[in-house]
């Protein structure tokens, strides 16, 4: 059984920072990429930020130069560091990661429950 557990939401004016965190535990014998997505009540959930094992990033347009996706490998935690935020930034985000349980399993992706970022106008 594999949990993915985020933390670090909260509300935050525009122009403030906040630090989400997920950590990974359970059955892991290897993490591949991690990342964040987002959603916003009645749209599509729209991916923000993910890392590779090897620390190759990705960011949507709209984040880019705000955020900073990080990860501790020995951990299994993803983090995103949230800085300049916008009205607009405000939804649910989602902590993801595609990992083997076992040596010998494929790789599967895996969600958090998500965390509440609002930001204030």
């Known amino acids: 059984q594999v949990q993915l557990v985020e933390s670090g939401g909260g509300l935050v004016q525009a122009g403030g920072s906040l630090r989400l965190s997920c950590g990974a535990s359970?059955?892991?014998?290897?993490?591949?990429?991690m990342g964040w997505d987002r959603q916003v009540p009645g749209k599509k959930r729209e991916l923000v930020a993910t890392?590779?094992?090897?620390?190759?990033?990705n960011y949507a347009d709209s984040v880019k130069g705000r955020f900073t996706i990080s990860r501790d490998n020995a951990k299994n935690t993803v983090y995103l560091q949230m800085n300049s935020l916008k009205h607009e930034d405000t939804a649910v985000y989602y902590c993801?990661?595609?990992?083997?349980?076992?040596?010998?399993?494929?790789?599967?992706?895996?969600w958090g429950q998500g965390t509440q970022v609002t930001v204030s106008s």
């Open positions: 993801n990661a595609a990992l083997r349980a076992y040596r010998d399993s494929l790789s599967e992706a895996y």
């Open positions: 890392i590779t094992s090897g620390g190759s990033t």
């Open positions: 359970g059955s892991i014998f290897s993490i591949d990429a």
